[in-house]
């Protein structure tokens, strides 16, 4: 080689780094070689398990039928679907409370603490409260200022309602707000004069109430107060004459009896929904995420505090998710005391104890929280626990603030719903923190918190801000940077910093948007309306909602929608203002209007494009366009929406900024017919993520259990093929982050057995092998 010419060795040695950098870049990574190998002994799913990343046109990376995030997806598309069955060891508590609780309450047998019933409290359960129904009396006003529990006949204090009482042939009858007080016409209820001489009447010719047979009345022979109505959960009829079951979290799951929101659990089980068998259990009722075990009884079986009985064995796949049992204040007490029985809950009962599906759409709670805690994922070990969930329902907290003296938004809460809740998180925050370890292990970082309201979690207390926040809303606060409500009762600008910290409403690199509850529709389901093609679609734009004080019975606040939804209509209005003006831009395939339709649905499933605009924060417009196969036009800079930020947003919808409104209908005129075409297709690839099927499942499993066959939302739904929804796009993502989040590489997770290739493991990128599907 001396004697070579020098250029020759430097052409040489040129060629010789690009062929190690060719082979560097090309051959299989370890990640590759151990897929391919996989593949070759299993025959996987070939949208689950591949050696190659299946790209979208829009660079998402498709995984079980939908386009991720990009590093989402490459991760999912080869180590989500690797993930095996672990042998996990579930402890069987059998700690006693004092007093058994005095029958008043749940024992919780792992803590040895009792949960106590609606109106008591102490250890064992054993002081009664006074919950009153009336503020102070004063001259002005003898049943005090108005609030929903106010109450001129029997207020029952356990739980701040008001009956009829004892006297009366029917003392059981709700007397909710206008019914006990007199009522001028036009005006309403006089909350300064109670009605007794109509409510507790036994004359027939008067407006009665509390001794009106039902019988007489339906058949017109005596007369009753059209304002008095069955409010309360429990009852059903004109006269609340049916009892009727009441809402609880999965039905106490068989194994109790529901106390209008409350589980009276059977011996031998406990927690919020009866789930939880103790050592007195029979092994046959166990759940199915208990299924099947293997019981490990201890070598000495004379344990004196039986705190732990034995254990039992179970196959389980992570991500693995533990759920506090806490104190019920936080949550059933919410449910059993509601004075509105449709708020915060995704489902009621008829008289004859049929399901009927609400569209409340802050059920989204109830039905995330059903689907954990019956999920193959739960566990009862927390030593084993990937994530930890905490279930406040701040969702009923939107409708308790201020209803009764008990429950008030002064004092401390500084006359805030917002600042009442932050308070409520804060004690929830210092009872799992001083009665577990789980906690302190990790700062919190490994805990979920869900958050209902409006705005999401921007009012989260400092102290769990480490958590994952579950929300419909993502602000990032990088353009919307305040309080963007018009309700000023939940304005969180006012909360100290030493009380709420400076955290943003929402950290997309941690948090997750959840899709708000919709009710399960049969009519829409059997229409089919999402499969319409374009040429089927004759709206080109559509959005149908509340378009502020340029219209009648718009919302007068300009804050409200942050001024978006108003510019909207001035740019586009179909349906003439107050001033009987249009939209400057108004055009005959494009609609924009403050007049509710009654084929509100069908007109979705007629639009190509439809506007997906906040409210005082979220709205559940987005959902409804995805469940009607339209393409979300988005305009609300700064914000996350449901599943935005693990979904690839921009294969199947399409976003606006705010200073481009006036711009928007061209914008979208100026897109491909063939780009159109193709995010209608994601659309109705990606609409089963935005429903809450599994809860409709769980549902109708429990009517059929209980009546031997399913109705006929559970017959239709259940002939639907499996598929993935809400809840297993929130696992899939739990998945995905347990192996990737940053903070977890300094965890002591080694002793821990993660059910994946340690491939798999490794933070870092994965070579792909591109195909453009």
């Known amino acids: 080689m001396r004697k070579w010419p020098l250029s020759f060795v430097a052409t040489f040695a040129v060629i010789l780094v690009f062929m190690s950098l060719f082979f560097f870049f090309n051959l299989p990574s370890p990640l590759d070689l151990y897929t391919w190998s996989v593949k070759k002994k299993q025959d996987f799913d070939t949208n689950s398990t591949t050696d190659q990343f299946v790209f979208d046109s829009f660079g998402g990376v498709v995984y079980r039928g939908v386009p991720w995030r990009s590093e989402i997806g490459k991760w999912l598309s080869i180590c989500g679907s690797t993930s095996s069955q672990l042998d996990i060891v579930e402890n069987i508590y059998g700690k006693d409370c004092k007093n058994d609780c005095s029958g008043r309450g749940i024992c919780n047998q792992e803590l040895g603490q009792c949960r106590c019933f609606h109106g008591y409290e102490g250890e064992g359960c054993s002081k009664k409260l006074e919950l009153g129904c009336n503020l102070p009396a004063s001259r002005e006003n003898p049943y005090g200022r108005w609030i929903v529990s106010i109450c001129s006949a029997h207020c029952d204090t356990t739980r701040a309602m008001c009956f009829c009482g004892e006297g009366t042939s029917y003392p059981n009858r709700p007397v909710t707000e206008s019914c006990g007080f007199e009522i001028i016409a036009h005006k309403g209820a006089n909350f300064t004069k109670a009605d007794h001489s109509n409510i507790f009447t036994t004359n027939a010719s008067k407006d009665g109430w509390c001794n009106v047979d039902p019988k007489e009345a339906y058949t017109k022979r005596v007369n009753y107060k059209r304002q008095c109505d069955c409010k309360y959960d429990g009852f059903a009829g004109i006269f609340c004459e049916i009892p009727t079951v009441c809402t609880c979290i999965n039905q106490c799951t068989g194994h109790g009896h529901c106390r209008g929101g409350f589980c009276e659990c059977d011996r031998g089980w406990f927690g919020i929904d009866c789930s939880i068998p103790s050592w007195l259990s029979s092994l046959r009722q166990w759940p199915d995420w208990f299924q099947p075990s293997t019981i490990v009884f201890p070598s000495n079986n004379k344990q004196e505090n039986r705190s732990v009985n034995f254990k039992a064995m ?43 599906w609400t569209n ?134 006012r909360i100290p910093s030493d009380r709420r910290g400076d955290h943003p409403c929402f950290d997309p690199s941690k948090d997750l948007v959840l899709p708000s509850w919709k009710q399960p529709d049969l009519g829409v389901l059997a229409q089919k309306l999402w499969e319409r093609q374009r040429a089927n679609r004759k709206i080109f734009f559509y959005f149908n909602g509340n378009l502020g004080s340029a219209y009648t019975n718009g919302r007068v606040e300009t804050r409200y929608s942050m001024g978006i939804r108003q510019k909207v209509a001035i740019e586009f209005g179909s349906t003439p203002d107050k001033n009987g003006k249009l939209g400057r831009q108004h055009s005959e395939d494009v609609v924009v209007t403050p007049i509710r339709s009654s084929n509100y649905f069908n007109e979705l499933g007629n639009s190509i494009f439809c506007g997906v605009f906040p409210g005082d924060g979220w709205s559940g417009r987005l959902e409804d366009c995805i469940m009607q196969g339209s393409i979300p036009v988005i305009v609300q800079d700064g914000i996350f929406l449901p599943h935005e930020n693990v979904l690839n947003y921009e294969s199947f919808a399409v976003r606006i900024h705010e200073h481009q409104i006036p711009s928007m209908i061209k914008i979208l005129r100026s897109l491909d017919d063939a780009l159109v075409d193709l995010k209608l297709s994601n659309v109705r690839a990606v609409r089963t993520r935005f429903h809450y099927h599994d809860s409709v499942l769980l549902e109708a499993k429990r009517q059929k259990k209980l009546f031997g066959k399913f109705d006929d939302f559970g017959v239709k739904f259940s002939k639907l093929e499996k598929y993935d929804d809400v809840f297993s796009t929130f696992l899939q993502a739990l998945h995905y982050k347990l192996h990737n989040d940053v903070w977890r590489r300094d965890l002591d997770d080694h002793r821990r057995n993660l059910g994946v290739p340690k491939e798999c493991l490794k933070r870092t990128k994965l070579k792909v092998h591109i195909q453009r599907s």
Not at 324 to 338: K, Q, S
Not at 360 to 379: D, N, V
């Open 360 to 493: 409340q759409l802050y059920g989204f709670q109830m039905a995330l929280l059903e689907s954990i805690l019956a999920s193959p994922h739960r566990t009862l070990n927390g030593e084993e626990a990937d994530y930890f969930f905490v279930p406040v329902l701040d969702s009923c907290i939107i409708v308790r603030a201020d209803d009764t003296p008990h429950f008030r938004m002064d004092g401390d809460h500084m006359h805030l719903r917002s600042m009442l809740t932050l308070n409520m998180y804060k004690k929830v925050h210092e009872h799992i923190s001083q009665q577990y370890s789980f906690w302190n292990r990790t700062a919190g970082k490994d805990h979920i918190w869900s958050f209902s309201w409006d705005e999401g979690a921007c009012y989260a207390p400092k102290e769990i801000w480490n958590s994952t926040m579950l929300v419909h809303w993502g602000n990032t606060n990088s353009v919307h940077k305040n309080s963007t409500t018009a309700y000023n009762a939940d304005n969180w600008d």
């Open 314 to 356: 179970v196959k389980k796949k992570r991500p693995l998710i533990y759920v506090y049992d806490i104190p019920p204040e936080f949550n059933t007490h919410l449910l059993a005391g509601r004075h509105f029985k449709y708020e915060c809950v995704n489902r009621l009962y008829s008289d004859k104890n049929r399901t009927i």
